[in-house]
């Protein structure tokens, strides 16, 4: 296993132990969407555990370093890529910034909060990716304001077809610390899950929209 797996096994676990990610196949969740799903994750909770939250900084950076070099900015995408993206432009020692879903309605009306300039070279910071729709609202927003979008980083992604497709047609570049096929291959060794779970978790990933409603059906 080379030190990128290790890596992407380790951050898997992380979330798990902490409930950042919680697999419930038996009893799902329901999203904004109306989607039910067997998984939740609020990537928010690594920030209380100051072991991790390292962890995801260091690896993080290194990640961007590695795939993109180093940027003139950070940006995160709010909220929950916002301190994520400062602990990571700190570790690199470059400025900050931050996007909005929208204009702010008040006082400058701003959308991007921090100071960017036009020709910066920037590496957009987002916890978790789903659809990718709000990610790359705020890719489209920076590069409105002029900067040269390197890529994008984010702990976790689902990896959704949607979304894969939606960062290949805006021409940004996404790489993540894990994913959701690691995450349940993880749960599974590590005893979170059983083999039953992992086959409707594995449907779930194929088919998100229609998942479950039969079975699940009051």
């Known amino acids: 296993m080379n030190k990128r797996d290790e890596s992407s096994l380790k951050v898997a676990e992380f979330l798990l132990q902490i409930k950042a990610i919680k697999l419930q196949p038996s009893a799902p969740f329901t999203w904004a969407s ?3 799903s067997p998984i939740y994750c609020d990537n928010r909770k690594t920030l209380s555990y100051p072991k991790i939250r390292t962890y995801i900084r260091q690896e993080l950076a290194r990640k961007v370093l590695d795939n993109f070099g180093k940027p003139d900015m950070i940006a995160g995408v709010a909220t929950g890529g916002i301190a994520q993206g400062a602990l ?3 570790e690199l020692g470059v400025g900050f910034a931050y996007v909005r879903p929208g204009d702010k309605g008040h006082g400058l009306q701003n959308r991007i909060e921090g100071v ?6 920037v590496v957009v910071i987002e916890d978790l990716i789903s659809t990718g729709g709000s990610s790359l609202s705020a890719v489209q927003a920076l590069r409105e304001a002029g ?3 390197k890529g994008m980083a984010s702990i976790f992604t ?4 949607l979304s894969v497709q939606a960062f290949k047609n805006a021409q940004c570049p996404l790489i993540t610390l894990t994913d959701y096929n690691t995450l349940i291959t993880q749960a599974l060794e590590s005893g979170y899950i059983s083999v039953d779970d992992l086959e409707s978790l594995r449907e779930w ?3 998100p929209a229609t998942w479950g409603q039969n079975q699940h059906a009051q």
Request: aromatic share 14%; with cysteine; proline share 0%.
């Open 147 to 149: 900067c040269e979008i």
């Open 205 to 207: 990933r194929q088919n």
């Open 158 to 161: 689902y990896g959704f077809d």
């Open 34 to 36: 109306g989607w039910l």
């Open 116 to 121: 960017v300039e036009a020709g910066q070279s």
């Open 88 to 90: 990571v432009a700190q």
